[in-house]
Antibody
Framework: QLQLQESGPGLVKPSETLSLTCSVSGGSISSGSFYWGWIRQSPGQALEWIGHFSYNGNTYYSPSLRSRLTISVDRSMNQVSMSLTSVTAADTAVYYC??????????WGQGTLVTVSS | QSVLTQPPSTSGSPGQSVTMSCSGS????????VYWYQQFTGTAPKLLIY???QRPSGVPDRFSGSKSGTSASLTIRGLRSEDEADYYCSAWDDNLGGQWLFGGGTKLTVL
């Protein structure tokens, strides 16, 4: 069974960089027609797509985050990572690592809460 | 502000049917598939409907999805108390290089 596990600091200071890693087990990020990415949810708010790395080698970013965001994959470690620079309190959210396809986002990590505060 | 518009709340009694809507535009729902997710408080969302009206394995047939033009809807028949959750629609949008959009979510209360 595929499992996704997010890891990273739970607290980040304003203006600093938020970095998260998703470790994938039970399947390879190099196989299949899937995309691997991130979705976040601010407290009490709706889901917000951040971006993803596609099986075709393309990376897609939310237009609102594109200037601050980098998503990368480490095939040797079977990990997906994201880096968001110059964070503010508005970036406080639960961040989910996900695997999706044309059949939807069927796999979600448990989510990790990141708080931006000094 | 979400580009996909959902009513913030809806309710129904056990056994009844409820339908919740998701309104989009010509760059998303009209030309791409719609997906629906169910989320219970404090947990990760779960895929409920994919490609407008398809149910993943394990999702009861009480849940159904449809799409027409720039709108989509999710119907739950035979409401149960355990259906009380937040429901999100999602669709790919072809603008600005492409992006996934989510609706603002509909909170379902089972009375």
């Amino acid at each position: 069974q595929l499992q996704l596990q997010e890891s990273g600091p739970g607290l980040v200071k304003p203006s600093e960089t938020l970095s998260l890693t998703c470790s994938v087990s039970g399947g390879s990020i190099s196989s299949g027609s899937f995309y691997w990415g991130w979705i976040r949810q601010s407290p009490g708010q709706a889901l917000e797509w951040i971006g993803h790395f596609s099986y075709n080698g393309n990376t897609y970013y939310s237009p609102s985050l594109r200037s601050r965001l980098t998503i990368s994959v480490d095939r040797s470690m079977n990990q997906v990572s994201m880096s968001l620079t110059s964070v503010t309190a508005a970036d406080t959210a639960v961040y989910y690592c996900v695997r999706g396809s044309g059949s939807g986002v069927a796999y979600w990590g448990q989510g990790t809460l990141v708080t931006v505060s000094s | 502000q979400s580009v996909l518009t959902q009513p913030p709340s809806t309710s129904g009694s056990p056994g009844q049917s409820v339908t919740m809507s998701c309104s989009g535009s010509s760059s998303n729902i009209e030309i791409n598939y719609v997906y629906w997710y169910q989320q219970f408080t404090g947990t990760a969302p779960k895929l409920l409907i994919y490609r407008n009206d398809q149910r993943p394995s394990g999702v009861p047939d009480r849940f159904s999805g449809s799409k027409s033009g720039t709108s989509a809807s999710l119907t739950i028949r035979g409401l149960r108390s355990e259906d009380e959750a937040d429901y999100y629609c999602s669709a790919w949008d072809d603008n600005l290089g492409g992006q996934w959009l989510f609706g603002g979510g509909t909170k379902l209360t089972v009375l």
